[in-house]
């Protein structure tokens, strides 16, 4: 019945679909000329004072011309953005993206799908990934899987569906007051989200042992071996040993197949953090360096890294895809499944993880897949560590810098040879940011700051590795740093 009230008919679709599709398409076209030119501009620029305060601005109250906004995006946070598209960003191990996976998200956002569940496109293209993954790491027809935000969040469920193996489905509802102290074992140089995913897990980061590493930062067996019996002897229940596929520092490799054997002797859950470095698999060339991630029990890592598909796109695939969903699925009368129409499915990807409201992070994978194929990706992967084996070769030969640690993948840490290298090598990397010409990173190895440049662009040429090395001899001269004195 109509009380008089005046109702507007109000959307949010364009006034005129024409003038949008201009807009659209002007925007599309400068942003493919960016990527076109990305090696005319700087690597990285710090934002100036006066873009800084344009973002100091009030809510919106009434909206803008489109065109005016996209003028905004062009001036105050195109030039201003992180820098990992640029082939001379060597800092950390960030993907730097594809036309193509751009493309693929412009239309992902386009259909806007949520892919918490439902019987949609979406979630078959989900699975398609999962079924992918498994045979590529040669996991049984049973393995699950999920796309998630990165490896970190990918560890962090790891953990915890390794967490409901040791304890039982009792566990989930009873918590671990009443259980026994779980420990969890991993290499001393593994990433930080790990030491999160316990303390987030409830087990406690107290609980997460780190076992020592060889020369080239791989986790020693014999020491795992030890701590775990050490433990046993001490009251402790041992669960869970997390190897490494790709340290964060150098890129060293845990000895997997090793691993594999004591964890199935001991009946440990075997986790492999592969954020980067189990995509090695693509690559016939490096795939034997990661013999024995086949035997995981789960394994996390990145499409987003190695593979360039855009931010985010990370991955946990799990051996038992049974318990996998037995870790995260619940009833809830809202969630109700049905034997047809939209609510169809048996199982929906939040039943195996804690978000129900989901982006398609598929889409812009499978694209990736599609166009380039596993042979090119492969080809790329291995590009990048023979680049990084040149990087180590010309540093090698330098008359002032010295290699700090193996190259195993793509990771090349260095220093230059001072009175004092922790100092100088911090001036160098932060002099080469500002500079916009390179941006390498700082980490420390045996507590001593390195420079670190982790090869990962697919843009990276040997000609951008001979002009980062004669910008960082320039750098040195205009720093005027000293050369530590050789013994007569």
Not at 69 to 78: A, P, Q, R, Y
Not at 379 to 390: L, N, P, S
Request: glycine residues 10%; hydrophobic residues 45%.
């Amino acid at each position: 019945m109509n009380r008089g009230l005046a109702v507007e008919s109000l959307d949010l679709d364009p006034a005129d679909w024409d003038d949008f599709r201009r807009s659209s398409r002007g925007a599309l076209a400068d942003m493919i000329g960016f990527l076109e030119t990305i090696r005319e501009r700087p690597v990285w620029r710090q934002s100036p004072i006066d873009v800084l305060e344009h973002f100091d601005e009030d809510l919106p109250v009434s909206g803008r011309p489109l065109d005016d906004v996209l003028e905004d995006f062009k001036t105050f946070i195109e030039p201003y953005a992180t820098g990992n598209l640029h082939p001379a960003f060597m800092g950390w191990v960030h993907g730097a993206g594809t036309p193509v996976g751009m493309l693929a998200e412009m239309l992902t956002a386009g259909l806007n799908m949520n892919c918490g569940g439902r019987n949609h496109i979406g979630i078959v293209l989900e699975q398609q990934i999962v079924q992918w993954m498994g045979r590529l790491f040669a996991f049984p027809g049973g393995a699950s899987g999920l796309l998630v935000t990165g490896t970190s969040m990918a560890n962090f469920l790891g953990v915890v569906v390794a967490r409901q193996h040791r304890l039982g489905d009792e566990s989930r509802r009873r918590g671990l007051a009443q259980g026994p102290q779980l420990c969890a074992y991993a290499s001393s140089g593994v990433h930080g989200c790990v030491v999160q995913a316990m303390q987030m897990s409830g087990i406690g980061s107290d609980h997460l042992r780190f076992v020592p590493c060889d020369e080239s930062g791989a986790m020693r067996v014999e020491a795992l071996r030890a701590l775990v019996q050490a433990d046993r002897q001490s009251g402790f229940v041992p669960f869970l040993v997390i190897a490494t596929a790709g340290s964060v520092d150098c890129g060293a490799i845990d000895p997997l197949d090793a691993i594999a054997d004591f964890t199935a002797k001991e009946g440990l859950w075997f986790h492999v953090d592969g954020a980067f470095g189990a995509l090695a698999v693509l690559s016939p060339e490096l795939k034997p360096r990661v013999a024995g991630i086949e035997r995981a029990d789960s394994i996390a890592f990145d499409f987003h890294k190695w593979m360039h598909v855009p931010y985010d796109a990370g991955f946990l695939l799990v051996r038992d895809g049974d318990l996998h969903r037995r870790t995260f699925g619940s009833e809830n009368r809202y969630l109700t499944r049905a034997s047809e129409g939209l609510a169809a499915g048996a199982i929906w990807p939040c039943d195996l993880g804690p978000d129900l409201s989901r982006g398609c992070r598929a889409l812009k994978t499978w694209f990736t897949f599609q166009v380039f194929g596993v042979e090119r990706i492969g080809q790329v992967i291995a590009q990048t560590c023979q680049i990084a084996r040149y990087l180590a070769e010309r540093i090698e030969a330098s008359a002032r810098f010295v290699l700090r640690a193996q190259v195993r993948l793509n990771i090349v840490c260095f220093s230059f040879e001072s009175d004092d290298p922790d100092r100088d090598n911090r001036q160098i990397v932060e002099a080469l940011h500002l500079s916009g010409r390179a941006a390498p990173s700082i980490t420390l190895l045996n507590g001593q700051a390195v420079i670190r440049c982790a090869i990962v662009n697919h843009r990276t040429r040997l000609s951008d590795i001979d002009a980062f090395l004669a910008t960082i001899e320039d750098i040195v001269d205009d720093l005027g740093l000293a050369r530590v004195a050789q013994a007569s």
